[in-house]
């Protein structure tokens, strides 16, 4: 696999897989190899298991767009905030997409020495949201 290729490499390589992998987060058959070498952003960011999906068909919610950090990442911690405004729009016209937008805030880089006196909660005077 690519990312192991990397990772062989040079084990703190910020590394960042993302995107719509239409797979489910309970099958993770199609995910299974980036779990063994990867971390999901979710965890990192502490998001909700009720706050994870990206996507609902016949009002069911499931979440399918997915982001896996290597270690290194997941080290230096950050936020992740998937923004439910498709997903429940009134109507199919009122979407811009049929999946929610996710953003996330990572760390590729090690942490300069103002965001470590701070504890790595702002980078460059933008302050940084922890999730709940």
Not at 18 to 46: C, I, K, W
Not at 60 to 81: C, K, L, M, N, W
Request: net charge negative; charged share 25%; with cysteine.
């Amino acid at each position: 696999m690519f990312v192991e290729s990397i990772l062989d490499l040079d084990p703190e390589a910020s590394v960042i897989v993302a995107g719509d992998m239409n797979e489910y987060a309970a099958a993770r058959s199609v995910l299974h190899p980036l779990s063994t070498v990867l971390h999901d952003a979710n965890d990192v960011g502490r998001v909700p298991a009720a706050e994870r999906y990206t996507y609902a068909y016949d009002q069911h919610a499931q979440e399918i767009d997915h982001i896996f950090v290597s270690s290194a990442v997941a080290a230096r911690g950050g936020g992740v905030e998937h923004v439910h405004v498709n997903t429940w729009a009134r109507s199919v016209g009122e979407r811009a997409s049929d999946h929610d937008p996710t953003v996330a805030r990572l760390w590729v880089c090690e942490a300069d020495a103002n965001e470590q006196e701070d504890g790595g909660k702002s980078s460059g005077g933008i302050p940084y949201l922890e999730s709940s």
